[in-house]
Nanobody, 125 residues
Framework: QVQLVESGGGLVQAGGSLRLSCAASGGTFSRYAMGWFRQAPGKEREFVSA????????YAADSVRGRFTISRDNARNTVYLQMNSLKPEDTAVYYC??????????????????WGQGTQVTVSS
């Protein structure tokens, strides 16, 4: 059983930056591909970015590519999401998730077994 705890959310003006962190415990972190998802009010949870077990492969949604960067530190059992050039439409609850079966990176919500509780990101215009 893996426990995930996100942090780093907050209120920022458009054009600003935030760095989200997700600390994992209770499992062997390096055995999991990791992903970030987000959910805005009234919308379905959507894929943001993912990183493979070894960090060799990353992938980002079109809406954030070039602005958001995912990374991980397997020694610290932590995955990060650096978010730059934030826009009001990035406002959402951001979740990290762990995928035990992923050899690369996957984008489907159903493919991730473990989820954090989420952290709110609000971007003001």
């Amino acid at each position: 059983q893996v426990q995930l705890v996100e942090s780093g959310g907050g209120l920022v003006q458009a054009g600003g930056s935030l760095r989200l962190s997700c600390a994992a415990s209770g499992g062997t972190f390096s055995r999991y591909a990791m992903g970030w998802f987000r959910q805005a009010p009234g919308k379905e949870r959507e894929f943001v970015s993912a990183i493979s077990r070894s960090a060799h492969t990353t992938y980002a949604a079109d809406s954030v590519r070039g602005r958001f960067t995912i990374s991980r530190d397997n020694a610290r059992n932590t995955v990060y999401l650096q978010m730059n050039s934030l826009k009001p439409e990035d406002t959402a609850v951001y979740y990290c998730a762990a995928d035990h079966n992923g050899l690369g990176v996957r984008t489907g919500v159903a493919e991730y077994e473990y989820w954090g509780q989420g952290t709110q990101v609000t971007v003001s215009s």
